[in-house]
């Protein structure tokens, strides 16, 4: 899904924000990146995004090599991938339903079929009984769930999140991240930019840790891809589909 080879970015200003990444993200993996401001985050985000591109080495997003994506391409890249950010960046002056739609319409979704995927997404982050209601109503968790149904209402293939967490108190934080997780067991893959150490210690996720642009922790547990692939294999299904 994700391969970062000896992937850097330097920007003009000299500033190195990454320095010779190598990494893959599997499908349907969820995995952390971690550092302190300034460790290259941010950065890391927007090169998947198509935001920035590297100053060397290669980055392949489900087979696409992004150096070589035409301009055009970009929109429809960008729909493969949903967002999620800190601040929710929801619109204040449209409801629940509206702001999830919105990526939808956008796209040039019919009616029927957005109403139908906006719904699901709504019901998926436990929202359905609030589409009317607008985002000030409700509480901060529930704001961010909101941002996470708009994130995913495309059915990308990839999730990114910039500190979800951040603005939440730990149940919470705990809660959103269960929604990542579940996201991921359905072949989503997840990767969240994070410094909530915290809370990351108390999941068995593999954990990209970066300190000065450079990558510097990749594996401590397996992921959970891993662990289902080896599961199966120690335990295969008998009889036949």
Do not use: C, W
Not at 97 to 122: C, F, H, K, M, T
Not at 141 to 170: C, F, H, M, Y
Not at 196 to 217: F, N, P, V, Y
């Amino acid at each position: 899904m994700i391969k970062f080879d000896d992937v850097s970015k330097r920007y003009p200003s000299g500033h190195e924000a990454l320095s010779h990444v190598s990494f893959a993200l599997d499908d349907g993996e969820l995995a952390f990146v971690t550092g302190h401001s300034g460790a290259g985050k941010s950065t890391l985000l927007k090169l998947i995004m198509r935001m920035e591109l590297p100053s060397s080495g290669q980055l392949v997003i489900n087979g696409q090599n992004l150096n070589k994506i035409a301009r055009e391409q970009l929109p429809y890249y960008r729909r493969t991938i949903g967002l999620v950010f800190q601040d929710h960046q929801l619109l204040f002056d449209r409801s629940v339903y509206d702001n999830v739609a919105l990526p939808l319409q956008i796209a040039g979704y019919d009616p029927r079929e957005a109403s139908r995927r906006v719904r699901a997404a709504l019901d998926k982050v436990g929202l359905l009984r609030k589409e009317t209601q607008n985002p000030l109503a409700l509480s901060a968790g529930e704001q961010q769930r909101v941002g996470i149904a708009r994130a995913v209402v495309n059915k990308p293939s990839l999730l990114l999140a910039d500190e979800p967490t951040g603005n939440l108190d730990p149940e919470l934080a705990v809660e959103v991240m269960g929604l990542f997780e579940q996201f991921s067991q359905v072949g989503v893959s997840v990767l969240i930019a994070t410094h909530d150490h915290h809370l990351i210690s108390r999941m068995r996720h593999r954990r990209l840790q970066l300190e000065q642009g450079r990558l510097i922790a990749g594996s401590p547990v397996q992921s959970s891809v891993q662990s289902s692939v080896q599961s199966s294999v120690k335990s295969p299904v008998k009889g036949t589909h």
